[in-house]
């Protein structure tokens, strides 16, 4: 039997996929190629705006329609879109095809529900309430990628941004005890990997909750002395993401210089009512140390537009921020309404016609950014780790920094560090020419 698992959302959510993935195949399941070829489809959901939810409402739609003529189908919906009571709900009545519901927090029980479902064809519908996800370690898990691998050192959030739906869908922060996540840094070590990306919400948070002074720049410290590597971290909160830290980060030989610090506004008055607790001003002192002390440092970002009551002054302070800091990267959004949270209740809205506005003033004034900082790398020589095949019969490999190169090479550079120069760019893609030692 063969299983499909579409996923929607953030990186943490596609780590998620790797353990169900590791639990199904468990069963005996194999990979699929697409939705056709599989007897079991998992829609692993994110709700983070009104657009992800609507996605996935239309594929369960279009699912319920192909199991109408393939009813041995498993078709199974969850992770942080049905952690909503609610949607939960919904779900259940309008599409009887569903057979598994299952919430953020009972995402390791996944292999009990798919039992159920293959003895009896019941419908099993599976979310707990707890204040988060019970730790479970050593699950199994079956790996996307044989380079670069997602490792989680926190789970949940305590942030309550006033936009924001996680907190309510990921439950509160828990972090994975340092023993752990040296454990499996090590053991992907030993299996070839080559890069390591910490996740969390805010991995600045982590440790915290231990109370026994453990700390993000401690676990850094500790997993740097494991090996020749590359690590990354996101995401980073710029209220406490402090000074030390980045001293950290360029004292260490394998993290590299690479920092996703969401902005989300530039307006104080704006940051504030989103409940950031920072200010432009400290943004910008973060930023200018980042780039002091490490100035091939690439910084990107997250940036909401058209928060309730953001006027056209709180906007030019954005777009001044994005305009100073010169992000080689940046993720924009326009705000969408989550109910539940405090934002959703103001009363002052911004018409989607001004989000519509601002969102495109923005995208131009960060596609000249990005047009900038890569044609700064041109002529330079960078030491990239090969990926595979990209565009166009290219070879595709990232910079420490995580900017792409595309160049001409034989695949067998994959998995290897190579020196490329850079030869060519646009705003989105720079194309380069390996360099023999
Ligand atoms: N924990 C991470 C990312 C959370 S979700 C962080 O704090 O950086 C990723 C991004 O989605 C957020 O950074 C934010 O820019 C955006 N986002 C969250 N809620 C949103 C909403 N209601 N409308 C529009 N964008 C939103
Ligand atoms: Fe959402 Fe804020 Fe938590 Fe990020 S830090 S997940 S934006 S509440
Ligand atoms: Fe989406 Fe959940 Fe991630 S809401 S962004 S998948 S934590």
Redesign the pocket.
């Known amino acids: 039997m063969k299983y499909f698992i579409e996923v929607w959302g ?1 990186a943490m959510n596609e780590h998620d996929a790797e353990t169900l993935g590791g639990l199904i195949e468990q069963k005996g399941f194999t990979k699929a190629d697409n939705y056709l070829d599989a007897q079991l489809i998992v829609l692993h959901t994110c709700c ?2 009104a657009k992800a939810e609507d996605k996935v409402i239309g594929r369960i739609g279009a699912l319920s329609k192909i199991k109408k003529k393939k009813p041995e189908m498993i078709i199974a919906v969850g992770g942080c879109m049905t952690q909503q009571e609610e949607v939960a709900k919904y779900i259940e009545k309008r599409f009887k095809e569903v057979d598994i519901i299952y919430g953020t927090h009972n995402l390791n029980e996944f292999d009990d529900m798919l039992n159920i479902v293959l003895a009896d064809k019941t419908q099993v519908r599976s979310i707990s309430k707890s204040e988060g996800m019970d730790i479970k370690e050593y699950v199994p898990m079956k790996r996307n990628d044989d380079l670069k691998a997602y490792v989680n050192i926190i789970y949940g ?1 305590n942030n309550y ?1 006033s ?4 907190p309510y869908v990921r439950g509160r922060e828990k972090s994975r005890e340092v023993k752990y996540i040296v454990e499996e840094v090590k053991d992907l070590l030993s299996k070839g990997f080559k890069e390591i990306t910490l996740l969390g ?2 991995v600045n948070s982590y440790g915290h909750d231990f109370k026994d002074g453990t700390d993000f720049s401690m676990l850094l410290k500790e997993l740097d002395g494991l090996g020749d590597f590359r690590l990354r971290f996101m ?1 980073s ?1 710029p209220r406490d993401f402090d000074f030390e830290l980045i001293d950290t980060i360029n004292n260490t030989k394998n993290v590299c210089h690479q920092i996703h610090l ?1 902005l ?1 506004s530039g307006s104080d008055k704006i940051i504030k009512e989103m409940n950031r607790g920072y200010t432009k001003e400290h943004y910008l002192a973060l930023t200018e140390y980042i780039y002091k002390v490490m100035p091939d440092a690439t910084i990107s970002t ?3 537009v058209g928060f309730p009551g953001e006027t056209e002054e709180d906007f030019q302070d954005t777009l001044d921020v994005v305009e100073n800091v010169g992000y080689d990267q940046a ?1 924009m ?4 309404i ?1 109910e539940g949270t405090r934002a959703a209740k103001m009363d002052n809205q911004v018409p989607e016609e001004i989000k519509k506005e601002r969102f495109h003033r923005l995208l131009e004034l960060q596609n000249k950014k990005s047009l900038e900082r890569n044609k700064e790398m041109l002529g330079k020589t960078y030491e990239v780790l090969v990926e595979g095949f990209g565009e166009k019969g290219r070879l595709t490999a990232r910079t420490r920094g995580n900017k792409v190169i595309n160049f001409v090479g034989n695949i067998s550079l994959k998995g290897n560090l190579v020196k490329v120069k850079v030869k060519d760019y646009n705003t989105w893609s720079l194309y380069g020419e390996l360099i023999g030692d």
Not at 163 to 166: A, L, M, Q, T
Not at 333 to 336: A, D, E, I
């Open positions: 953030c983070i705006r959030c941004c936009y924001c739906i996680v919400q805010n995401s909160h969401p989300q997250d940036i909401i993720y959004f326009m705000y969408s989550r």
